[in-house]
Each structure stands twice: as C-alpha cells, then as structure tokens.
C-alpha cells in the first residue's frame, strides 16, 4: 500500500511552517489588504499561472467574482487564461511567452493587482506579466515555491511557500488564496 499518512503529513507540515512564520502570515494579510485597496478604488484583480496553477488562478479569481462564503455583489477579478482563443492566437501570433504580458496591456490599469502564480518563480510568462504589471503601475502578488526563483526580486509582496515540491506548495496556494478571499469578502461585505 502507498504511504498516503507520509504525503498527507508533508502537507500539514508545509503549512504547519507557514503557521509559525509571523513574517509570512504578516505577508498573507498585506496581500489581502492591497486587494481590497484597489477593488475599493473601483480596481481590478487579474491572476496568471500555467498549468496547475493556471487552475489555481481560475479558481481564486472564481471565489472572488462569484462569491466565497455567503451572498454578497461580485468584485472584478479574472483569470487571465480563460479566452482559449485569444491564448492561442497569441501564443502562435507573437510566442506563449507573451499571452499574459499582453493581455494585461489591454485590461489592466494603475492601481489593479496581479497574482502571479508559479510554483518554480521562473516562468517566462508570468515573468513578462509582472515586468508588464510594474510598468503600468499594477501591484503584484507573487505566490510561488520557497526560493521565490526569479520572481523574488520583482514581486510587492512575495509569498514563497517553504517547499520545493510542486504538488505541496499547490496544495499550500489554495489554502493561502482561500484566506485571502476570506479577509477581503468580510472587509469589504462586512456582515
């Protein structure tokens, strides 16, 4: 039998690390609070990622513009992967390192915020959105593995998952978005 108690125990014990670091926890709430800042300010949050993290954007931008515990107004947030026409005209048209670059330049404005998701910290897309976001005065959010790869010089505030094992940092960037979306609803929709 597979020893799924030792995969289920690495996964608490990467969050368990996330629990005891104040400085991170600290990160997680100001990640929450620029959201709120900008969608207070009629702004917009915008999230990238590729593959499984392509998945993890959908879905956080999903608990946001739908809802997330209770009935309440939308907010303006989107995946910027879901036009599988506009990916793949980009991506044939121009090169896949670009489909999040320039689609920011088309809908992101100053005072929005970006989750850049990527487990490694070095995707060349997600690269380019942030360095496209920073030009056009977007925040960003950088939520990837614990050595932050090269997204760790770029990010406003980084959220590097102490792992560098891609299911268990996905797993934690569930966890750590699903917060966020906790604190910015009840701030925003208090009840």
């Keep these: 039998m597979y020893d799924i108690e030792k995969i289920i125990s690495e996964s608490i014990n990467v969050k368990q690390l996330i629990f005891n670091d104040k400085s991170f926890v600290e990160r997680i709430n100001r990640a929450a609070m620029i959201c709120v800042e900008s969608l207070n300010d009629r702004g917009k949050i915008h999230f990238c990622g590729n593959g499984g993290s392509a998945a993890d954007a959908q879905h956080l931008a ?18 910027l992967h879901v ?5 793949t005209a980009v991506g044939n ?7 999040y670059a320039r689609v920011l330049k088309g809908t992101a404005h100053g005072g929005d915020v970006l989750f850049a998701i990527s487990t490694s910290g ?5 690269l380019k959105a942030i360095e496209t976001a920073k030009q056009l005065n977007v925040k960003v959010v950088g ?15 980084l959220l590097n998952v102490p792992s560098s ?4 940092i996905q797993e934690a960037h569930i966890m750590i978005g699903h917060i966020i979306c906790e604190i910015i609803e009840s701030i925003i929709f208090p009840r």
Excluded: H, Q
Excluded at 62 to 79: I, K, M, T, V, W
Excluded at 122 to 126: A, G, L, M, W
Excluded at 144 to 156: P, R
Excluded at 165 to 168: E, F, G, I
């Design 143 to 157: 939520m990837t593995g614990e050595s932050g790869g090269l997204m760790k010089d770029c990010c406003d505030v």
């Design 93 to 99: 048209d121009y090169s896949f390192d670009e489909i």
């Design 83 to 87: 036009n599988t026409s506009y990916l």
């Design 122 to 126: 070095n995707s060349k897309n997600i």
């Design 62 to 79: 999903a608990e946001l513009s739908g809802r997330f515990y209770y009935d309440r107004p939308p907010l303006n947030a989107e995946a």
């Design 165 to 168: 094992c891609t299911p268990r």
